[in-house]
């Protein structure tokens, strides 16, 4: 936790938990948001979001197993009692769990005090934020012309920077067969014709999603190099027994001029000290709804900076985690572009209260609202209502 909210809610702040309540929504039809509610008893609501595809029930187990030593606990107990922890049996469904409460609470602190979140942790000159847009949610066919008109209406939208998940049925065990490299040769028949689509000056970034093996990863790197790449994101899976082979991949991908990315699942610094201290990747991605919150991102981000290694934020989500995330950016005055789910829903603005980000030539600017400047419409979501989305062990972005 940031210092200033430590110092804070030890000090001035008496509001007690009164209730916790978690609100899942169907935003599109492959995809949920779920978002938290901290309510104190001096009639405040902090928002956090713990959107997690498909985990939605044991979203909701997980908070009625923590609610009863949750209600009447302070702020700044919620920070010190509270905090993610890599070894959590619960594992990310838990530490999705604790990381909306610190989202939360920091909203309310903000809130007590009058500041906005990025104020109250010590940023005083605000400024736009770059943003680049993941498009794969609203690519209507998985064509390489679907993918490109995409992509192109990211870029028509103002982004410099657009983001595509080109592969499908296509996993480690796969990658090197005669079916997992047809399934490749579709991935860069995409890549290809998204970058005609966009053009040689917009970054071109691609997210693999764990579905390569090393050999496979290094016969893509060479091919996709041909499309100027800005960076090749989670080619392989991130075990530790993948260590080796991710850092021969980083090394081969500088080699052609590409940057690797990875490690957006990772839990408080410890869980990223790997692969920050052994070089694995040029940039690494932690969660806001994920790493722990805003304390343990600042930790994350302290270590990379030792290291030489930049910060992304992870960011594809409903509104509460982008607010967040642009926050946290101002905050830790990172400078790489934040990432946005572009074109998922018309909810992302029609279900918020308060004002948004302001997106405006690919950058994303937000107010001076104390907290976090929105809350989400209750009412408006209750009218859509969760669809679960099925788990699926062959897409390794569900595990």
Known sequence: MNNQVRDYVLSSSHARIKEVRLISIAAAPRSNWSFLLLDTDDDRTGWGELTLRSYERWLGLALEDLRPSLIGKSLAQVFSDFAARPSLPSGRVGNALLSALDQAATDLVAQVKGQPIFELLGCRHKRPLRGYATVNRSVRERTPEGFAQASLRAVEAGFRGVKIMPFDALLPATASTPQGKHEIERALERIEAVREAVGSEIQLMVDCHWRLDEASAMTFINRAAQSNLHWVECPVPESELWDAAIARLRQHANAHGILLAGAENGVCASGYARFIQKGLYDVVMPDIKYCGGYGELGHIVGLARE?????????????????????????????????????????????????????????????????????????????????????????????
């Open 307 to 399: 290291n030489g290694v930049s910060v992304s934020l992870h960011n594809p989500s409903g509104p509460v985690a982008h607010m967040h995330s642009l926050h946290a950016c101002l905050a830790l005055g990172l400078d790489q572009p934040v990432e946005h789910q572009f074109s998922e829903s018309p909810l992302f603005q029609s279900l918020i209260n308060g004002v948004g980000p302001v997106t405006a030539n690919g950058c994303f600017e937000i107010g001076e609202a104390a907290g976090l400047g929105i809350s989400v419409d209750t009412e408006r979501a209750a009218s859509h209502p969760l669809a679960y989305v099925p788990l699926s062990l062959a897409d390794p972005s569900f595990a």
